[in-house]
Nanobody, 111 residues
Framework: QVQLVESGGGLVQPGGSLRLSCVASGIRFSFYELGWYRQAPGKERELVAFITTDSATRYGKSLKGRFTISRDNAKNTVYLQMNSLNPEDTAIYYC?????WGQGTQVTVSS
């Protein structure tokens, strides 16, 4: 059974950057696709980025160029590099794999 543990969230000023990490266990990591989603207060959960087993990527609308998803199969970890953050990026960010969600990590963008 897959388990996902996110980290790296926090408070950042507008224009700043954060890197989120998600460590997966219980699976043969390199065989699975993974994604990052986010949910802001009062809004539906939405796709942020997705990465395939051969590291092909896709992004939610308007996020490509600011956000970059990557994976390190040796560390069973998927990353989300977030740059040029703005208050609209404030949300809980969740890692996703095989119908399983992590517990989420809070990202708050505020001055």
């Amino acid at each position: 059974q897959v388990q996902l543990v996110e980290s790296g969230g926090g408070l950042v000023q507008p224009g700043g950057s954060l890197r989120l990490s998600c460590v997966a266990s219980g699976i043969r990591f390199s065989f699975y696709e993974l994604g990052w989603y986010r949910q802001a207060p009062g809004k539906e959960r939405e796709l942020v980025a997705f990465i395939t087993t051969d590291s092909a990527t896709r992004y939610g609308k308007s996020l490509k160029g600011r956000f970059t998803i990557s994976r390190d199969n040796a560390k069973n970890t998927v990353y989300l590099q977030m740059n040029s953050l703005n208050p609209e990026d404030t949300a809980i960010y969740y890692c996703y794999c095989e119908d399983t969600w992590g517990q989420g990590t809070q990202v708050t963008v505020s001055s």
